[in-house]
């Protein structure tokens, strides 16, 4: 049996008992670790940090914790991985990433995050344990009960934090609604916002337009009513970013619903009947009969009195009110009619104040119902336009005169009496007081007085003298000019009405009156009261008059009072359209809804597309309306969509005087644009074919991650839907839809292809440790294998014999266990008999079969001539000869005989004779 073969076999048996020599090792050397030895706790020693600016670094303090029972150090490896995949790295590194902790021992990790674009990111800390030689993936520390979250919000995030309503007759009015930016960033742009009644989206939708709100900035928008709203109750919704054009740290609290519980009822106020008609005199019964019904028009039956109150209104103020507490309102509610819904009443008119406040004319009734049903509280008023006629006089005394007059003059003072009541007024007598002693007036001037005094243009005319004494300084009298007359409005016996006006009269000392400029025109006049000065003059505080400046305005009594100017846009189009680079043009109606002229102008503010106004100003009077032109042109530079746009007409003289109105502009594309739309649905549609096929490959597979398909089937499932979405807007004709999806679609498809690369990242990463540990000892055996292979290859073997390099060498001098091995398998293949010493002999005098003999004479003992031993020499071929022909290259030494190694069998040899 020759070396080659023995070392085969030996080979052989190692490998075969080299997995279970790995199993033992490992069973007896693996450190297995427990959640009682290894208790790490994480905190947070710095509050979350937020950002206005989108490049800021951040930096994190984390206090881990070993509350393990482990009294000896415990090594842990840091890392910062992606909270959502512990697979995915993180955002950031730590100062440090190696802990030596023993128990109840702490120490602080810092984490810095660089942060150059607006994002959200997530990063948790993963701790695994180091058992000296390995770090133990199996025992992640790391859980959503002992790591440590770090999220940094870059976004903005528009939310709506209150609704302003109010509910009258089913008509909700939505006053405004309070939208804020809670996010991390300023945010500025336009803004959609839409009202939802029940869900459903009504006109009442609005555009901010270039709006700027900053962190925890609020801003009110403003809508318009709904009407009809039937009884019971409702959700109102307020939408933020409804086309969802803003992207937000937060999509989900974009909704701001508020329940409105529609309560009212439908008060109708059938009849109002007084003495004729609608027409009483004061103090006289006026009957009602009224309709309650709930807004959904079915009749409201068994009402009591105590759910009624009748207002009267007179002026816009409430003057009166009746209810179940007055008599009269009590004594004659009638609910016999109440299975109809139909009550009826009586009120009292409207009794004078004083005599010197009748309140004649029109006076509307408001009757309000209000009662509990189901625990809820029902309310309903009449619309405040039925009214009665309130038929009684009111005198009305007009003084004029000079108001100042020299010592000792007289001064003539006219007084003027007319009825602006809706009745006569009977024996008008003119009566004057005064309270100084500077002055005498009658007390009954002569001429004043009058038998009937009609409601028409009747009046009464007359005059009266003021004589004046000498003063030491300039006097101010008060004259005190009554006007009285009777009327019978109860029908029993009459009333005397008065009217007091009263009238300043300054008596003016001749030395301290006033200054002169000299050409005998009076500049300075000294005074007490603006009563001594003249209309367009006031007494200022160093007693001299002062014109009055009143450039926006009229002089009245003494004072400047401001023009009041109301200006409204009556009429718009609030939606208006043009194909991109091309235009269009609007009329804008402006009113002058004020008592006074002005001049208005129409401004037009809206991005993206340009807009002028024609003619720059208009004067308007009165109630006069004007219609301004207004003319769109849009850039080939702008792209299709939507456009928020504001008509404001103001007062060009009071720009605070104003009136807006929102509007949107939609930019439609042309024919080539739509190509390109259809182009890129296209290229789309296969893009998201092939994303389909790589899933169903990834699903065949099985070395997926189920929660990582569930993801991407999502994701695909959202590009799905937008497609969809995309295709029936082009269908639809509504390209401008169509456009705006294409950069929702092209994110949604490279989210989806960013989570399949990080799939196969990550099975790649992870195959190894699907295996336990005889993979492993399979691939040591492996790689022990080849290493013994080429070792034996290259390492020479034993021989027998003589070796060109090492000599001769006798069989039996290196016979060992393999050379007797070697033996045997020899004996049995060629199933000879033990060799004798005779066989031995001649084996030496024969030549060998294995090798070639040296055939040579040498002198043996007694110089006889004789044969050497037998000798040979091994034969290397094969692969092994191959790999051997490397190391002889090495040594250059001519072959020889090296005698020395035939030991005690060894011959000199001599040279021959």
Known sequence: MNSRLLRILVLTVFLLAFPVLISQDAGASSYIANDTMHNLTFSNLTAMQQSLSSIQNLTYQINVTNYGNATAGEQYNLSVVNCSNLNQPGVGFLNTYFLNLSQNQSITAQLYVSNSTAGMYSSCIMANHWNGSVMETSWNLTSSNDSVILNSSFYPDLSTSAVHWTSVRGNITVHNATIVNSGDFNFSGNISVYLLWDGVVVNNTVTVVNTSLANGTPYNVSFGNITNATNGLHNLTVWVDALNNVTESNETNNNYTVQVFVSGYIITILNVTGQNGTNTAANRNVIMNVS?????????????????????????????????????????????????????????????????????????????????????????NSSGNDYYYLIVPNLHVALSGSSTVTEGNTRAISVNVSNTGTDSIYNVIITAIDDSDYSEVPSNPSGCTKTVLTNASDYLTCSFSATTSAVSDNQVVTIYVTASGTHNYSGSANVTYTKTEPFTLTIVNEGTTQTTDGGGGTTTKSCTTDAQCSANESCSATKKCAAISCTNGEILDHVCIQFVYKINITAYDSLITALSGEGNSTKVTVKNTGPKTFSAKLEVTINNVTASVTPLSYSLGAGESYQFTVNFTVPNTTTIGNFSGTFKAYVTTSTSTYDSKAFTFTVLPKEETKTVINISYQEFLAIFSSLVNNLTQMKTSGVYNQTVLSSIESLISAVNSTLLQMKNAMESNDYVSAQSLISQVNTSINSVKAQMEGAQIEVITSLPAQYGIWFWAAVAVIIIFVVGFFIYMFYPSSHVGYHPEKGYAHPEAREGLGARIKKLFRRKKKEVPPASISTFTQSMAEPSKEGSDYDTFHYGEGYKKEKSYGYQYSREGGAKGFFQKFRRKKNKKSPQMHLDQFGNQAVTEQKSE
Do not use: C
Request: net charge negative; aromatic share 14%; charged share 15%.
């Open 292 to 380: 309650v019904k709930y807004e959904n028009g079915i009749n409201v039956t068994n009402l009591n009195r105590d759910n009624f109150t009748v207002y009267d209104v007179y002026g816009g103020s409430i003057i009166d009110a009746w209810d179940y507490a007055d008599t009269v309102f009590n004594s004659s509610f009638n609910s016999s009619m109440s299975s109809s819904g139909i009550y009826w009443f009586t009120i009292n008119s409207s009794t004078p104040i004083n005599d010197t406040d009748t309140r004649p004319g029109t006076h509307n009734i408001t009757v309000q119902v209000s009662n509990s049903e189901s625990n809820n509280t029902y309310l309903g």
